[in-house]
């Protein structure tokens, strides 16, 4: 089936203008924020930095950019994800391909590794992981109730989202 490239071309912008959708990049940034190293205790502090891009001719003006990070509870016995922060930030996007950068707020995860410690002269004890790890990040753009776009960084989190 031979179609006209201008023929395809208006097809497709048309398909992506009604859908109203954007596309999302998203890269999970992290800096080591532990003070004390001669603790086992690890701190690390997580964002997202998001670029929105709007390939419609329609501006988004009034969007509403809903993240949240997910973290591995780590208490013995749980293997649980649970939702460690979610934040909405109003953002506006320009029309035709233009983009906008946005970064969430830094979140500290606390958690201790599995670790040994001295107990007596010759002897040690076992101390378990405990705390919280970041596991995961669910990123949505909405107009209102309509979801213009969505990343996961794993599919097995949208349960979690229940």
């Not at 999302?24 to 004390?36: C, G, H, M």
């Not at 701190?43 to 993240?67: D, F, H, M, Q, S």
């Not at 934040?87 to 320009?94: A, P």
């Not at 101390?127 to 990343?151: I, K, M, P």
Request: hydrophobic share 35%; with cysteine.
């Amino acid at each position: 089936m031979n179609i006209p490239f201008s023929i395809l071309c208006s097809l497709v912008f048309a398909s992506a203008a009604s859908a109203g959708s954007v596309m999302l990049q998203v890269k999970a940034d992290s800096e080591n924020k532990t003070a004390d190293k001669t603790k086992a205790e690890v701190t690390r502090a997580y964002w997202l930095n998001v670029r929105v891009t709007n390939p419609t001719g329609t501006k988004l003006e009034g969007v509403t950019l809903k993240w949240t990070l997910f973290a591995a509870n780590l208490r013995r016995g749980s293997d649980s994800i649970v939702v460690e922060k979610s934040g909405d930030i109003k953002i506006t996007v320009d029309a035709s391909g233009r983009y906008t950068d946005v970064a969430t707020p830094k979140v500290a995860f606390v958690h201790t590794p599995m670790h040994s410690e001295k107990s007596g002269r010759r002897s040690t004890k076992t101390v378990e992981e405990s705390g919280h790890r970041y596991h995961g990040f669910h990123v949505q753009v909405l107009n209102g109730d309509t979801v213009l776009g969505e990343a996961i960084s794993n599919e097995a989190l949208r349960k979690q989202l229940k």
